[in-house]
């Protein structure tokens, strides 16, 4: 009888571990809020980076920044849910972000964190994870540009299965995207107006 339970505990545990794992939400996913100061205005909109495939963050238009008149240009936080069964546990979050100019994205980029933890139990083995105070720096005023993309994507780690998994939506063309226009200051503008007339010139 001993061994007859022993057995029964043994496969109980087995079927227990091999139906566990852990994972993201498909619908609901991931959120990112964005704050923006053009002349003057202060906007604060939330984009879903992946709900049930739909992502709205995807080529979005985030605006038109002159930063050397005070325009900002912010993340300001993000979330990600997460569900997990059996054995498992979902213990660490990561979300990053990169910015260069539309069509000349670096083969390695330099990817700078917004850090991430647990935010909120939302029962049944699902969670939150993120960071809702970002407030990066002011994002438009890294680069010089006309047009630019902002580039963001996250990893979650958690444990049976032990290993890190990926928040990209799987988009070839580099994670999650975003665009918007930096004006260049006087000078730089100068320049590129004296560029394209001597294109036209030329012509």
Not at 85 to 90: E, K, L, N, R
Not at 157 to 174: A, C, L, Q, S, V
Request: some cysteine.
């Amino acid at each position: 009888m001993k061994k007859l339970i022993a057995l029964s505990l043994a496969a109980a545990l087995t079927a227990s571990w091999a139906a566990a794992d852990w994972g993201f939400w498909s619908a609901d996913r991931t959120w990112i809020g964005i704050v923006t100061v053009i002349g003057g205005v202060t906007n604060e909109t939330w984009y879903n980076l992946w709900s049930n495939g739909q992502k709205d963050w995807t080529n979005a238009f985030l605006g038109t920044f002159n930063p050397a008149a005070g325009d900002v240009l912010r993340i300001k936080a993000y979330d990600v849910k997460t569900w997990k069964t059996g054995g498992s546990d979902v213990q660490q979050c990561q979300y990053f972000y990169t910015v260069y100019q539309e069509g000349n994205r670096p083969g390695s980029p330099t990817w700078t964190s917004l850090g991430g933890g647990w935010l909120q139990d939302l029962g049944g083995g699902n969670q939150k994870w993120g960071n809702a105070n970002c407030n990066t720096t002011n994002i438009a005023a890294l680069i010089s540009t006309l047009t630019n993309r902002l580039e963001v994507y996250g990893q979650v780690y958690g444990t049976n299965p032990n290993e890190w998994k990926y928040d990209n939506g799987g988009d070839p063309n580099g994670n999650y995207n975003a665009r918007f226009v930096v004006i260049p200051e006087a000078s730089i503008l100068g320049l590129l107006t004296l560029a394209a007339m001597f294109v036209i010139h030329r012509r």
